[in-house]
């Protein structure tokens, strides 16, 4: 059904159709896919789903040169954790990709994944199943009181990693990057964001190291910056963008309740921009907004409103996208768009709009989503959500 509670304002005069070149990418729009998991990948393997991967993607991609993040993507098994979300390690995995990008391409649109790794977001059970380890950027600093019973009853510890382990995974990073750009992507986008393990490195809450990696901004900034410039050395800038989420708690994050974090994330996109100086600018930056502090609760729930966003343009002079409850918000969105060199993700309602765009372009009534099929095994909630059209044959305007 349509959202009765949101009145629809039309965006096809505003930036938001305005013409950008990111990276190689000539975007028609400034609509962006955020990335979203969908937990529908086929285990054993974290192979994207044979079924309905293709046609999800391909629904989300029919108005040309629109840009879409793909849902995150393991670098490695030892970066997993999840079942049933996908990888780009394996030859598997990459022959499906290259089927779900091809089809983007083929809708004139653009495709950037999201380089993932959990640390201590992994499920402690699975880790200890297949044998992996259960890592973070130190031992035993718990997510919280659950998972620390999940990993006891698994026996299994959680490993603050070494500093061999962090070279693997750059070159886990690397070699995923690669496998992204063999099998089509337009460029990858680094997960350092939400609580996963880069941010489990930036955030003082959860980073106790006291080597090179640990104890300092300078030292907790270092992995995400050594990932950077490992995967911009094998790729390039422009096929490179990041996701940073300064205010984010979910996952045991300190968000804006730590007052020395943001002065961590200033630090961080200067290093971004001395890089950018140099000769090295990548291709987006793209910030997950307090509007929404945790991706897990409803709209306006926990939006942080004692603090902005607004010191990356301070420092950052490249793209931005920016993500964060914008759907429901054109005037927000408007407000967003007036600086030049910004685009917008948008999440949950690209769940249920796949033609979204043209939604937003002519200010069309916004279909609502089913959050309790966001991860599940089904078609359903997934690549069943009608276009305006097919909505209006269903006769969800007469509601
Ligand atoms: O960042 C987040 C929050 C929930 C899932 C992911 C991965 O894209």
């Given at each position: 059904p349509f959202?009765k509670d ?17 990276g ?36 989300r ?8 993040i ?8 030892q ?18 990709w ?15 994944p999201?380089l993932?790794?959990l640390g ?10 297949d ?22 009853n698994a ?9 061999d ?13 690669k496998?992204?750009?063999e099998c089509?992507?337009?460029g990858?986008?680094i ?17 106790k ?48 309740y ?23 600018r990548?291709?987006?930056l ?40 914008l ?7 408007k ?52 276009t ?12």
């Amino acid at each position: 059904p349509f959202n009765k509670d949101f009145k629809p304002v039309a965006l096809g005069d505003t930036n938001l159709f305005k013409p950008i070149t990111v990276g190689n990418c000539k975007l028609k729009n400034r609509v962006v896919l955020a990335p979203l998991t969908r937990m529908r990948a086929e285990h054993p393997g974290n192979v994207p789903n044979k079924k309905w991967a293709v046609e999800y993607y391909d629904q989300r991609s029919k108005t040309p040169g629109t840009l879409l993040i793909t849902e995150a993507v393991f670098i490695s098994a030892q970066a997993g954790g999840y079942d049933n979300a996908p990888g780009i390690w394996s030859e598997e995995q990459m022959a499906e990709w290259k089927k779900i990008f091809a089809k983007i391409h083929e809708n004139g649109s653009f495709v950037w994944p999201q380089l993932w790794n959990l640390g201590r977001q992994a499920f402690p059970e699975c880790m200890k199943r297949d044998g992996l380890r259960y890592d973070s950027a130190s031992d035993n600093i718990w997510m919280d009181d659950e998972v620390k019973e999940k990993a006891k009853n698994a026996g299994i510890e959680q490993h603050g990693i070494t500093e061999d382990e962090i070279k693997q995974y750059i070159k886990d990073y690397v070699q995923a990057a690669k496998n992204c750009i063999e099998c089509g992507a337009d460029g990858i986008q680094i997960h350092s964001a939400n609580s996963y393990l880069l941010n489990q490195f930036l955030d003082p809450v959860s980073n106790k190291r006291t080597d090179k990696y640990g104890g300092s901004i300078e030292n907790r900034a270092r992995f995400t910056l050594e990932v950077v410039d490992a995967i911009v050395d094998a790729i390039g800038a422009e096929r490179t963008a990041i996701r940073l989420s300064p205010y984010n708690t979910f996952g045991g994050m300190s968000g804006g309740y730590d007052p020395t974090l943001l002065a961590q994330y200033a630090y961080v996109i200067g290093e971004l921009e001395k890089r950018a100086i140099n000769g090295k600018r990548l291709a987006f930056l793209d910030i997950f907004e307090p509007r929404v502090s945790n991706p897990f609760v409803d709209e306006g729930v926990g939006a942080y409103d004692q603090g902005t966003t607004e010191f990356v343009f301070s420092i950052w002079k490249g793209i931005v996208v920016r993500t964060g409850n914008l759907a429901l918000h054109p005037e927000v969105a408007k407000e967003y768009l007036k600086n030049k060199n910004t685009l917008l993700g948008y999440g949950r309602y690209y769940i249920s709009n796949p033609d979204l765009v043209e939604r937003l372009r002519k200010g069309l009534p916004l279909s609502s989503y089913d959050r309790p099929s966001f991860y599940a095994m089904s078609d359903k909630g997934y690549t069943d959500y009608p276009t305006y059209e097919e909505a209006v044959k269903l006769g969800w305007d007469k509601e």
